[in-house]
């Protein structure tokens, strides 16, 4: 396995991990979405055209929306769903499962990490992710979990790691 030095990897907490939850009008939300878009803006600028999203919900799924917005404008980008297994989003709300096929769809590409769930397909998945890019981009906020896990393993990895701040208030 070889990072690209084109390759940007995301990662950020889940709805239940951010203070709005699932509310996507807070303005903390906003300026959140803001600042990944603003990221993912920069990677472009620095060279990075392909960009590697886990597809889980909250800032993942924040971080793929922005990703297809630049490809919009800029059709040399390419945007790879690194799937942790088939059954990832069937437990989720409608509307969120319905968001994420919709995202999935819109990918240039599909990695199916894992072909069944397993009590590690999401950290492999994280590990894939990590180990095929030069560039992390984590919307973090220091607490216990998969995003420290994967921007941990992106620092022992040598990746460049862009900290995204979680807005409080």
């Known amino acids: 396995m070889r990072a690209s030095r084109e390759t940007c990897c995301f990662t950020g907490h889940r709805p ?4 709005w939850r699932y509310d996507e009008t807070d303005n903390r939300c906003l300026r959140l979405k803001q ?9 472009y600028e620095e060279g990075y055209r392909h960009f590697l999203c886990g597809m889980a919900q909250g800032c993942d799924l924040y971080f793929c929306e922005c990703v297809l ?3 919009t404008r800029q059709p040399d980008v390419t945007v790879e769903a690194a799937i942790p297994c088939p059954t990832q989003a069937d437990a989720w709300p409608a509307s969120q499962r319905e968001r994420y096929r ?4 819109a990918c240039d590409f599909e990695t199916m990490v894992s072909q ?11 590990r894939y992710m990590v180990d095929h890019a030069s560039l992390l981009i984590a919307a973090f906020d220091g607490s216990a979990g998969g995003t420290r896990y994967t921007v941990e393993y992106a620092m022992r990895r040598g990746l ?3 900290d995204l701040a979680i807005p409080e208030a």
């Open 116 to 126: 069944r769930y397993t009590p590690y397909c999401m950290q492999r998945r994280d």
């Open 16 to 19: 239940t991990k951010l203070p």
């Open 160 to 162: 460049a790691v862009v």
């Open 35 to 43: 600042r990944i878009a603003d990221a993912v803006e920069t990677a």
């Open 69 to 71: 917005a630049l490809r």
């Open 102 to 105: 919709t995202l999935v769809e």
